[in-house]
């Protein structure tokens, strides 16, 4: 039997992923959504999870597809009637709001999926295996790409709690969690925040892991041409390059073969087994940096950001 | 047999707190100090926690009263050399060093312990008790005081990763953390950043518990005259005041015996009992909260602020 699903949030990112892989999945079924704004084909959408909740379809799980900022009092509340949550990334505006998730949810029994997409790029489980029990020396995350081209209009991401040139660098973020062999923190930090705007357009980070590696983050959304998702990693033993996101590998310069997939298809598939072994992912560590760098950076004020 | 202690960082609270509350305990000897500059009476101080560590002196605990941006390394080695570790407050300037930390003293089995001295102000657990199961209506936080009075020349504290005045302020966030008989986030929040330094000079926050009790907190450090560490709050059955930091409570208006005792006497009571347990205690709560608030909120620029 599958999985009666609903979508809460129906913009972009909803549209582009999260739909068609809920279409393409043999797990799921879209029973419903609910936005303020938005349509999805072919099923009943409300203004909000209130509405669907009082509308009597049947529905086991949920996805949260709204910006951060809105997310947490709709997540509980589904959370709170029973049903299984996936949250988009970032799985809140604040850390506490997450944890908050996580109790309710532990506390009622269901599923809850901090889902992190890059971590399904195709070849990021290579990369984590051929790291695995490796020594780093280095390691280079350069996450550059154009702001206008990726969210055209998008004001939330300007916002306090929107993360700024940090909602894509968490990609980068999320990928180095998972491949690193060791746990890594924040050491320093600067973020450039445009004058007009509460959110970092620009933004290094140093980081150290428990040996010694000296770790370097480069995030920038003033990048036109081409654009750069970029994670380099020397080891004693060798070099690692995984590029375009997550989907291209060389190692110690040899092109890797990877097997193509796509990343939401794979973070679906995750979540029908999380709700099957009724079991939660809610691992907060790209979130936890990004709220370790506001804390911990410098806050440089750099030139306006014209849309 | 007594623990013997070490004290790393012999600078104000040290010398105001941890070494007197260390002289008075029954349960602890000091043994040594490591600090770049400073001394402890009686006993050899070490440059560094390298050469305390390489000295042949028997230590088993050993007390973290550095500023936070340097506290990580010297109490990852420590942890690391099988000492039971005590951080002061603030445990860490980032979420993410507090957690490595924590993972290195489970892998070792010793004491961590994230000490929030204004939680063993007298009054706290009287406040806690009074409100367990009750249901909070609204309450308000009130932490203002003069940064000039309190933190002469104190220069970290304006660094990334001071905090500035959440300084203080996390004092009252430890206690609104520990008093509070639901889970609580921030929804939105403000901070006036002095246009000369790297952290706030005040800062509001608005959280939010599960069940829409509205909680505001105020922090300022430009308060000359009586200064302010109060906690009110009002539930469905009454009103509580906690004020002076915790050490004097009124309940609907009715002032309340409180038994006077140091904060830092009963926290090292609090430490020996851990060591002797063998547990830890390594809530991340108000820190937590800090680190959201530097996430979450707008950042204001304010007037310049000299010494």
Redesign the interface.
């Known amino acids: 039997m599958t999985i009666a699903i609903a979508v809460v949030g129906l913009g972009k990112i909803a549209h582009d992923q999260h739909l068609p892989a809920i279409a393409a999945s043999d797990e799921f079924t879209l029973v419903a959504g609910a936005s303020p704004e938005g349509t999805a084909e072919g099923v009943p959408v409300f203004k909000d999870i209130d509405a669907l909740l009082a509308s009597g379809i049947a529905v086991d799980a949920i996805a949260m597809c709204q910006p951060p900022q809105v997310r ?1 009092v709709t997540a ?1 509340k589904a959370i709170r009637a029973g049903k299984h949550v996936l949250l988009e990334k970032p799985p809140g ?5 997450v ?2 998730l996580v ?2 949810a532990e506390e009622g029994g269901t599923t809850l999926f901090a889902a992190w997409h890059s971590r399904y790029a195709p070849a990021v489980e290579q990369a984590r295996a051929w790291l695995a029990g490796q020594q780093v020396v280095s390691a280079d995350v350069i996450w550059k790409e154009d702001v206008r081209r990726w969210h055209p209009g998008q004001q939330w991401i300007w916002q ?2 929107g ?1 700024g040139v940090f909602d894509p660098g968490i990609n980068g973020l999320s990928i180095l969690t998972r491949i690193m062999p060791d ?4 050491a ?2 600067e973020m450039e ?1 445009p004058s007009n705007r ?1 959110a970092p357009i620009a933004a290094r980070m140093s980081l150290a892991d ?1 040996q010694g590696a000296k770790i370097n983050a480069e995030f920038d959304w003033r990048q036109t041409g081409p654009q750069s998702w970029d994670i380099n990693v020397t080891t004693t033993t060798g070099t690692l390059a995984l590029s375009k996101g997550g989907s291209e590998l060389v190692i110690n310069g040899v092109s890797q073969p990877v097997a193509a997939h796509g990343e939401y298809p794979a973070l679906y598939a995750d979540f029908a087994r999380l709700i099957r072994a009724g079991k939660s992912d809610t691992d907060r ?1 790209p979130l ?5 760098a ?6 440089v ?1 750099t030139e306006p950001f014209i849309d």
């Open positions: 947490y509980a505006a604040t850390l506490a709001e944890e908050g109790r309710f306090p709690g993360l746990f890594i923190h924040l320093d930090g925040i509460a428990t560590s936890r940096l990004v709220a370790d506001f804390l911990r950076s410098r806050h004020a």
